[in-house]
């Protein structure tokens, strides 16, 4: 079958095998990732008002909705964007459906959920077109996107039915279009490998990708950093105390961006599309933590004259040691040389047993006050560091650059 061409000024979709493993992130990449930080404002607003485990796990089960829909946006303009008029024109009405979906956020709080399902039934629409065009201008692409188009068209039917149903059975028809959406990379899988065998081709994630993991993740992290200063600007007693808190939160979170730029920052994935595949399942859990931490921090900040503030100590402590053991995990498919498989092996060791230590600190949290949890949780991390550290100096690994 021979490509369908369109107007140049309008363009198609880059095709599969112009793909760049060292391409530079274009501004408009940075600027449909922007959307996404009001969306999860919206879920850690929640977060911080309702601090508990029925809470946590609806908006973890959102929060999985709006990481699906950024990463498919992400790794199609990774594959096929180009500099046309058509990726301009679709990333908008991309931005457009994701900023519906955070405006109805708090009506699905409420227990209103059409608007929601409509708002995101549309984002699922537009993903879908944009995998299913893929094919239709370069019909060997087919034989790689068809899992896609059938498990994304069944979740959007699901979306579209879900607002005229009753609210209980919107949640079970959405966790079914959750799990159509996650799983359709997995049923791809096998008949993938078998077509880039073919081609004579690997399939990898490229470093404009893992950087584009990275920034989210500032983004994400981001939303720590306002948790913090909300917590503290709310609150009525602004006595030493909370300002020796605020300042070890905000040593928390840098230490958390420390440890993680330092694993994987600078990394490049393992080729393999199991290894993609378990990159993307990685990044869920951690991104999810540091959002768990903005809300857990503004809970704590925020009334100096609760005690002991127990569940959002223990959603902060066990947010920071998924995020260690999230690292951990990803720092596995990615690529390193001789010399920094031995050290990275120590450092890994170093922050499983960091991870272990946070939990321990979490179980003890409820018998000491706020500034001393944040400063062992702080103390445990900056320890890491320090002897991480050592680990590079000593195989002579730590570069200024």
């Known amino acids: 079958m021979s490509e369908r061409k369109a107007p140049v000024w309008w363009g198609i979709p880059k095709r599969f095998s112009?793909?760049?493993?060292?391409?530079?992130?274009s501004w408009l990449e940075l600027f449909y990732d922007l959307v996404y930080a009001g969306a999860i404002s919206q879920l850690t607003e929640h977060l911080a008002r309702h601090t508990d485990l029925h809470a946590l796990c609806y908006v973890f089960f959102l929060f999985a909705f709006l990481f699906w829909s950024w990463l498919n946006g992400s790794l199609y303009h990774d594959l096929h964007g180009n500099a046309g008029v058509r990726s301009r024109?679709?990333?908008l009405w991309q931005m457009m459906a994701v900023a519906a979906v955070a405006v109805t956020l708090p009506e699905v709080f409420a227990g209103h959920h059409a608007g929601f399902a409509i708002s995101f039934a549309v984002v699922q629409m537009l993903i879908t077109y944009l995998w299913w065009s893929t094919g239709y201008y370069e019909p060997s692409h087919k034989m790689l996107n068809r899992w896609y188009i059938f498990n994304y068209s069944i979740s959007f039917i699901l979306l579209v039915v879900s607002a005229?149903?009753?609210?209980?059975?919107?949640l079970i028809l959405w966790v079914l279009a959750l799990l159509s959406n996650l799983s359709a990379g997995i049923l791809s899988s096998r008949s993938t490998q078998r077509e880039m065998l073919k081609r004579g081709e690997s399939f990898s994630a490229s470093s404009s990708m893992i950087e584009r993991f990275g920034l989210f993740t500032i983004i994400v992290l981001g939303e720590a950093i306002l948790g913090i200063i909300h917590g503290i600007g709310a609150c009525t007693d602004t006595s030493f105390?909370?300002?020796?808190?605020f300042v070890l939160s905000i040593l928390v979170a840098f230490l958390l961006w420390w440890v993680y730029f330092d694993l994987l920052g600078e990394s490049h994935a393992k080729p393999g599309y199991f290894n993609f595949i378990f990159l993307t399942f990685g990044y869920l859990p951690l991104l999810f933590s540091f959002a768990v931490i903005g809300a857990a921090m503004r809970v704590m900040l925020s009334d100096s004259s609760a005690s002991p503030h127990g569940i959002a100590r223990k959603m902060l402590g066990i947010a920071v040691a998924v995020i260690l053991l999230s690292t951990v995990s990803i720092s596995r498919i990615m690529e390193q040389d001789k010399a920094e498989e031995k050290a990275i092996g120590k450092i890994l060791r170093?922050?499983?047993?960091?991870?272990?230590?946070?939990?321990v600190v979490t179980a003890i949290s409820g018998y000491v006050s706020l500034p001393v949890y944040l400063g062992l949780i702080a103390a445990t991390l900056l320890g890491a560091i320090a002897l991480s550290f050592r680990v590079w100096l000593g195989y002579g690994l730590f570069s200024e650059e």
């Not at 005229?164 to 919107?170: G, L, N, P, V, W």
């Not at 105390?241 to 808190?245: D, F």
């Not at 170093?350 to 939990?359: D, E, G, H, R, Y």
């Open 18 to 25: 112009e793909r760049g493993k060292d391409r530079k992130i």
């Open 89 to 91: 024109i679709t990333t």
């Open 164 to 170: 005229f149903t009753t609210y209980h059975t919107a």
């Open 241 to 245: 105390i909370i300002w020796v808190s």
């Open 350 to 359: 170093l922050v499983l047993f960091t991870s272990a230590w946070v939990l």
